[in-house]
């Protein structure tokens, strides 16, 4: 219980130093904590109790902070659309694979509840696939949404806090900052 907290808090501490920051290296590396405190906690609770939510919690986190590391390590997958989507694609098989596979192995059949870190997980790849800001954060908004979800069902606070303070509230800063229309624009242009 004691290394649920601390990891829970290790990753909140962590989310509010990647928003803090002004330097995307040094926001990446907080990311990184952030995600690999997340995995700590769910590898400790699926460690306690076996249940395929903290499987999936655990697999799925795994990925994203060995996937932001690579990111950190090769600056040249950020800088070049095709090794950016490439990423992203390879990251989310890996991710809805082993998840899949892995629920199977503990519990049989596939539980709604442990698609949600699978939908939100597409949506963040699909956001840092585009070179589109506006579809960018519009993708980290819906996936900060629906891992903050995961999070408060399967009782990862620290998850929870990271999706509500660094990516669902900055993204809101972010869209008001830069003056995100709530409509496509292609839609805006018909209309005038």
């Not at 808090?9 to 997340?38: D, E, P």
């Not at 800001?133 to 806090?161: D, E, H, K, Q, Y």
């Amino acid at each position: 219980m004691i290394e649920q907290t601390l990891f829970q808090l290790t990753s909140a501490v962590a989310s509010i130093g990647r928003v803090k920051t002004s330097s995307y290296v040094v926001s990446r590396r907080f990311n990184a904590i952030a995600l690999g405190a997340v995995a700590a906690d769910f590898a400790a609770k699926y460690a306690h109790t076996g249940r395929a939510d903290f499987l999936v919690g655990l697999i799925v986190f795994v990925v994203l902070t060995a996937r932001t590391l690579l990111i950190l390590g090769f600056g040249k997958i950020e800088e070049n659309t095709f090794r950016r989507r490439v990423a992203c694609a390879i990251a989310f098989l890996v991710c809805a694979f082993a998840s899949v596979a892995g629920q199977f192995w503990v519990s049989g059949p596939i539980r709604p509840i442990t698609l949600l870190p699978l939908i939100g997980v597409g949506l963040g790849c699909l956001g840092e696939a585009s070179n589109d800001m506006i579809v960018r954060r519009r993708c980290v908004l819906a996936m900060g949404c629906v891992m903050a979800a995961f999070g408060l069902s399967t009782a990862a606070w620290g998850l929870v806090f990271k999706n509500i303070v660094s990516d669902v509230s900055a993204t809101v800063y972010a869209m008001i900052r830069y003056r995100d229309l709530p409509f496509p624009h292609s839609a805006l242009k018909r209309e005038i």
